[in-house]
């Protein structure tokens, strides 16, 4: 069964720092480009952050570059977001998403897709 599973989210301080992963189960994520979304109350899911499936592109979100980094570990079937200085603006459920070939900002071209981490950052 394929499966994401996203994990390390919590709840954090402005100018914190939260690291989230992604497990994948049931397929290899060798040929799978993986994208990073969140969706704040209210708000359509958006893109954060993107990466090639050999690693060796990455893309991000206006709103995050520079703060976020996106990285994969193929060995381990895993993809991770970086977060620091977190903002308050950050506040969302993350979702990890896959799909062939190369990464997008299109929620719709994403064929799998995990049932997310709750971030939340408040003093």
């Known amino acids: 069964q394929v499966q994401l599973v996203e994990s390390g989210g919590g709840l954090v301080q402005p100018g914190g720092s939260l690291r989230l992963s992604c497990a994948a189960s049931g397929f290899t994520l060798d040929y799978y480009a993986m994208g990073w979304f969140r969706q704040a109350p209210g708000k359509e899911r958006e893109f954060v952050a993107g990466?090639?499936?050999?690693?060796?592109?990455?893309d991000y979100a206006g709103s995050v570059k520079g703060r976020f980094t996106i990285a994969r570990d193929n060995a381990k079937n895993t993809v991770y977001l970086q977060m620091n200085s977190l903002k308050p603006e950050d506040t969302a459920v993350y979702y990890c998403a896959a799909r062939p070939s190369w990464a997008t900002r299109t929620v719709s071209t994403y064929n799998y897709w995990g049932q997310g981490t709750q971030v939340t950052v408040s003093s």
């Open positions: 990466i090639s499936s050999g690693g060796g592109s990455t």
